[in-house]
């Protein structure tokens, strides 16, 4: 039995709007969210950028939904004992209707303070000790930690919630589903990908944890419009290989998008207000195994979407 929950973009949209978001996917029906952790948006146009943990906090106090960041890097831009104060803080808040959703990162965000961009191999094993560091730190003993990446010298968080916060590790590919299967609390994954799945619970010890989707749609009451809201926003999302790791700007970010076409996007991207399109993509989620499916609007017209979801799409799922 899947359930579906909202996606909150920051690159899209600022504090205010995602917490006015949050209420409405509330009220259509979705049981929970996932927000997104970014320094930079992926390019000029989608606009935006807030602090995280800020807008947990506030979305703490507006909703009664669990929350999970999707995801963040406790690699480089942030410390992994400041992502743990941060976690713990915003699991006490929700009243421990959080999970921490973790990743290997991008340079677009990371880079920022200027140092080297590790390769994939090295984050992999910078993620996995960020974890310790984080999950030590969860028992609000106090710690002290010297490895390869990361000291730490008599840290101790005195907010903590009653339980330690579940750790979800983003994986894109073998060795990253691997990993989450031995260190995570759980997957998430960006493709209704059944081998990936099967991967992560038979052959790296991932079992019956719990595995976490997400997909941008862009509902409108007309295709051709959709279409075109989703490439000039989202044309990112299908650069090949590693491209989405590497490049440093939301302008190479720019550059690079010139080479998707719409054709591409209209592909990959359920758009339109035909409810048997949205139903189907949600529905590859659920048949591919997923636990939760995160669902993102592209553009401005949130409020349509939502009442679309509402009336025409969630009522309808395999759920």
Not at 174 to 194: F, K, N, Y
């Amino acid at each position: 039995m899947a359930d579906f929950g909202y996606f909150l973009s920051c690159e899209e949209h600022g504090p205010d709007e995602l917490v006015d978001q949050a209420r409405m996917a509330e009220q259509a029906g979705f049981t929970s969210l996932w927000i997104s952790d970014h320094f930079h948006p992926w390019n000029d146009l989608q606009g935006q950028s807030p602090f995280v943990w800020s807008v947990i906090g506030a979305l703490s106090q507006a909703v009664s939904l669990p929350v999970q960041t999707a995801v963040t890097c406790p690699l480089v831009r942030t410390h992994p004992a400041v992502i743990a104060q941060a976690a713990a803080t915003s699991a006490v808040q929700l009243g421990g209707r959080f999970r921490l959703g973790v990743g290997t990162g991008e340079a677009l965000n990371e880079h920022i303070l200027g140092g080297a961009w590790p390769e994939a191999s090295v984050r992999l094993e910078m993620l996995e000790e960020a974890l310790q560091v984080i999950r030590h730190l969860f028992t609000g003993e106090q710690t002290s930690h010297r490895g390869k990446h990361y000291t730490v010298e008599n840290a101790r968080l005195y907010t903590i919630p009653d339980e330690p916060v579940p750790i979800d590790v983003s994986a894109f590919g073998p060795e990253a589903a691997e990993t989450a299967g031995r260190v995570g609390d759980g997957l998430i994954t960006m493709m209704p990908d059944a081998a990936m799945i099967e991967r992560f619970r038979r052959s790296s010890g991932g079992g019956t944890k719990p595995v976490y989707g997400g997909l941008k749609v862009c509902w409108a009451p007309d295709k051709r419009q959709a279409v075109r809201t989703a490439h000039s926003l989202w044309a990112n999302q299908q650069l090949p290989g590693e491209l989405a790791q590497i490049l440093p700007t939301p302008r190479h970010f720019e550059q690079a998008s010139q080479l998707v076409t719409p054709e591409q996007v209209e592909a990959a991207v359920p758009c339109g207000d035909a409810p048997d399109a949205h139903i189907k993509a949600l529905n590859d989620y659920v048949e591919a195994g997923f636990d939760t499916v995160y669902v993102s609007q592209i553009g401005k017209d949130q409020q349509g979407f939502f009442d679309f979801y509402r009336t025409r799409v969630l009522p309808h799922l395999r759920g």
